[in-house]
């Protein structure tokens, strides 16, 4: 069974940082591709960053480009989001993605 557990997120100053990490079980890690998808409060689904399963390319939206950075361990079969420079409009709950499997999500807050 695949399992997907995102942790990291919390209440964070506008300009501030947090990683986001998502643990998995329950396939072969190093075979497929990883994507992080966020929901604002009242919003649909925004894919945030994607990284196939050798790391070799990161590819972002021009929302984030610039200040989130995907990254993969496959010893660990972990798939880390750092989101740095964080606005209010980051303020979303923020899902690990692999195909049609998904984490319970974690939520980040950026406010004052």
Not at 81 to 101: K, R, S, V, W
Request: proline letters at 4%; hydrophobic letters at 30%; charged letters at 15%.
């Amino acid at each position: 069974e695949v399992q997907l557990v995102e942790s990291g997120g919390g209440l964070v100053q506008p300009g501030g940082s947090l990683t986001l990490s998502c643990a998995t079980s329950g396939f072969t890690f190093s075979y497929y591709g990883m994507s992080w998808v966020r929901q604002a409060p009242g919003k649909g689904l925004e894919w945030v960053s994607g990284i196939y399963n050798t790391g070799g390319s990161l590819i972002y939206p021009d929302s984030v480009k610039g200040r989130f950075t995907i990254s993969r361990d496959n010893a660990k079969t972990t798939v880390d989001l750092q989101l740095t420079d964080l606005t209010p409009e980051d303020t979303a709950i923020y899902y690990c993605n692999l195909h049609e499997h998904w984490g319970q999500g974690t939520q980040v807050i950026v406010s004052s």
